[in-house]
């Protein structure tokens, strides 16, 4: 219900941001018209939700800027869709032409064209070459996405120009079956997405894309887990009875190896196949650090893996063939990733408060953790869909808690378990000197006595000796008389 009125409070916005491609764009001839207005408040112009003219094929002329393109299809956005291919077909290489009317306002302005594609292209401008993403050959391509690389350019005037993109993909060249049917229905499709920004101050877009696309800050964060992971396996493996250093290990490992193939795919260049692979893998990472994580609460707060564990784990294995089959787009195999995730979630935290509950050492370490991650995931999904304005800094503190809260905290509970069973032990050795030392006293009292019993022993026994030698050995034999002794 809360999540109703949310959509009805921000629905004249949503009506506003998808009737605004209506608004710059004459939809009944193709052209577009840029304006200053098309660039207000710093947002991009979305060329690929206009309409553009296509035609399969290949044929270098029809870049031309005088080229007739009115027998060209009309097609919506710059997608081949799997359910609705355009007229002329597709068959692995086509040509896309979109009019642009450059008003007054903008007619000096410098531009960057930004954006992603499957496959490769190549940009012109009035007929002449823009930019190459890639290289298209006689026979296939060599993939490249540009991953919003920004490219300045100029229309160079106002009035009528013409953007022509020449497209090809071999990899998603047949969607009626095998590998192109089986790539397009997971998302994959034909096409590019490329969006108009203004890059008047092109050194600031530079840095845009440049902070948006560097890997170093998300590194940092993967090289802390994999630090976290390589100690705490050290620990399991010198003190193998402590198999929570184990599921922790593991548990950092996978989660680091998702960040990896995130950060890959929202900025790295490959291609299509490539992609495919990172995305499998990072939902395989997402997966073992889920039942890792949840392993590891079982073992730290001495509980047997239950019919509950097995059964999340199962759903994880389950979702994983799914993926493996049906790729990420179908609305049902997102069901059942959001189900195994919350389950782990929800699971995860019954367990920490089942050990608050049962008031287990270092349980409140692990529920700040998860408080801290919350919290980090409610200021990223305010900052995501524009609910309201927050303080400077704190989407970035929310990012570095979806990453690091949870994995700092266990890794505090480990190391304060560790401490408090050294503590233990330390404890315990200097019982065990004390008693050592008792005992020791206690021999040695033992031992004196044991002599002197030995001595007092022996000296009875040397007056005993001392008094029969005193005695005759035989009775002395006098006539008529008898003597007895005794």
């Known amino acids: 219900m809360r999540m109703m009125k ?45 309409p553009w003219r296509y035609r399969a094929g290949d044929n270098r002329s029809w870049s031309e800027l005088r080229l007739d393109d009115g027998a060209w299809e009309q097609i919506e956005g710059t997608r081949i869709n799997l359910t609705s291919l355009p007229r002329g077909g597709w068959h692995g290489r086509a040509w896309f032409r979109l009019r642009v009317i450059v008003d007054e306002s903008v007619a000096d302005k410098t531009f960057a064209l930004v954006g992603r594609q499957t496959g490769a292209s190549e940009v012109y401008l009035d007929g002449r070459l823009l930019v190459r993403f890639g290289e298209i050959r006689e026979a296939g391509e060599a993939e490249y996405n540009p ?6 350019f100029k229309f160079g005037g106002t009035g009528e120009h013409v ?7 071999s990899v998603l060249g047949d969607l009626s079956g095998g590998r192109g049917a089986w790539l397009s229905s997971g998302g994959f499709r034909p096409g590019f997405s490329f969006a108009l920004q203004d890059a008047s101050d092109l050194n600031a877009t530079i840095r845009s894309y440049a902070n948006g696309a560097s890997m170093s800050g998300g590194f940092f964060f993967i090289g802390i887990l994999l630090a976290l992971a390589l100690l705490h396996f050290l620990l399991f493996l010198f003190y193998r009875v402590e198999r929570a250093n184990l599921f922790y290990s593991i548990y950092a490992t996978a989660f680091a190896f998702n960040l990896v193939c995130g950060n890959l795919m929202a900025s790295g260049h490959q291609g299509v196949m490539p992609s495919v692979i990172l995305a499998i893998a990072a939902q395989t990472m997402l997966a073992i650090s889920f039942v890792a994580l949840l392993a590891f609460l079982h073992v730290a707060f001495q509980r047997s893996f ?51 509950w049962a008031k287990r050492a270092g349980a409140w370490i692990l529920m700040v953790g998860v408080q801290i991650f919350a919290l980090g995931m ?72 044991r002599a002197e019993n030995e001595r007092r022993t022996k000296e009875l026994e040397e007056a005993r000796q001392l008094q029969l030698s005193m005695l005759p050995k035989h009775l002395p034999q006098v006539p008529n008389l008898e003597i007895a002794a005794t």
Not at 147 to 152: D, E, G, S
Not at 163 to 169: D, G, K, P, T
Not at 317 to 335: D, E, P, Y
């Open 147 to 152: 991953a919003r690389l920004p490219v300045p």
């Open 6 to 50: 949310t959509v009805i409070r921000f629905l004249p916005l949503i009506v506003c941001l998808l009737l605004s491609p209506l608004q710059l764009s004459a939809q009944s001839d193709g052209v577009f018209t840029l304006t200053a207005e098309s660039l207000k408040d710093g947002k991009p112009v979305e060329l690929d939700k206009l």
């Open 163 to 169: 953007l022509a993109v020449r497209y090809s993909s």
């Open 306 to 356: 239950g019919v509950v564990f097995w059964m999340i784990a199962l759903m994880w294995g389950i979702h994983l063939v799914l993926l493996s089959v049906f790729l990420r787009n179908l609305g049902w195999l997102m069901l059942v990733a959001s189900v195994a995730i919350f389950s782990s979630i929800s699971f995860s935290i019954y367990l920490v408060v089942r050990a608050l």
């Open 378 to 449: 409610l200021s990223v999904l305010i900052n995501q869909f524009s609910l309201f304005n927050l303080p400077a800094g704190f989407y970035e503190f929310g990012e570095i808690a979806l990453i690091l809260a949870v994995p700092v905290a266990v890794s505090v509970f480990l190391a304060r378990n560790f401490a408090r069973t050294n503590r233990d032990l330390t404890a315990r050795l200097k019982e065990v000197k004390q008693l050592s030392r008792r005992q020791i006293e206690q021999e040695r009292q033992a031992a004196i006595l």
